[in-house]
């Protein structure tokens, strides 16, 4: 009978532990960012290779202070894909991240199939927006747009822990 009672006890503790884990992973760390909260939708120009505001409307964000890399946004955009690849630096390589399920405007999937065949265009909102890490923009045809951070590569190297490469910029100081 004591045998029952201490698996049943395990059980329980590993079942709550489980949920606890799961909640803290998608919901806890994420709060909602709103446009006041952004200030300015940006990308970076090709004519100054400084961020610039462009204009959006229907922002939808979220974001968490447990990570660099948790943002993630929706919005629309008033120009054309033809003009931002007229006047914005376009982004090589871009990967949306997944978001949380219940943020319902951020498809990874979707945005990444889209980018693959060239039907969404990623440009590069702002470099090193925290060290390593910079900000993406990719838009769609009829103008919804999608942001998140990914890690630049002077980021995935110095992060690994090698030394910071030629062309990169040095490393905040550890604090």
Do not use: K
């Not at 090589?92 to 997944?98: I, K, N």
């Not at 999937?109 to 090193?128: D, H, R, S």
């Amino acid at each position: 009978m004591n045998g029952r009672i201490a698996v049943v006890a395990l059980g329980l503790t590993a079942l709550i532990a489980g949920l606890a884990m799961y909640w803290l992973q998608v919901y806890a760390f994420y709060t909602p960012v709103n446009a006041e909260d952004v200030g300015e939708v940006q990308l970076t120009s090709l004519a100054t290779g400084a961020p610039e505001p462009v204009m959006f409307e229907n922002y939808e964000g979220i974001d968490a202070t447990s990570s660099p890399i948790r943002y993630r946004a929706c919005f629309e955009l008033t120009n054309s894909q033809a003009m931002l690849t007229e006047t914005y630096v376009t982004y090589e390589d871009a990967e949306p991240l997944v978001a949380p399920g219940w943020f319902d405007c951020f498809d990874a999937e979707a945005i990444g199939a889209a980018l693959e065949t060239g039907e969404a265009i990623a440009f590069l909102g702002t470099e090193n927006i925290e060290y390593g890490i910079d900000r993406v923009v990719a838009v769609l045809p009829d103008g919804r747009a999608f942001s998140w951070h990914q890690i630049n590569p002077c980021g995935a190297v110095v992060f690994d822990g090698d030394p910071v490469p030629d062309g990169c910029p040095e490393p905040p100081a550890a604090e």
